[in-house]
């Protein structure tokens, strides 16, 4: 479990990593994970695509983005992604 920030709320905003796979599409390779983000009250299923130096974080809609900004979660997603402190 990654600690990311605090909600509205100042409760933990956490990513729980539940497992990863690799892909290989022709000579393109690219690893997915896939966790579990949340404060401990609202949680919601998040997939992280890295390939070549880019992220893509994908996430549906949950309540918990009602104490924390999405797009604040996003950039700290990808930037755990790129400093790779997610293994």
Do not use: P, W
Request: proline share 0%.
């Amino acid at each position: 479990m990654i600690y990311l920030t605090n909600d509205a709320l100042d409760q933990a905003v956490y990513f729980e990593m539940r497992g990863k796979e690799a892909l290989r599409t022709g000579r393109s390779f690219q690893q997915v994970y896939h966790g579990l983000l949340g404060n401990g009250v609202h949680e919601v299923e998040v997939t992280l695509k890295r390939r070549r130096g880019s992220v893509e974080v994908a996430f549906g809609d949950s309540a918990l983005f009602c104490f924390v900004e999405e797009d604040a979660l996003r950039r700290m997603l990808e930037g755990m992604m790129k400093e790779k402190t997610v293994h």
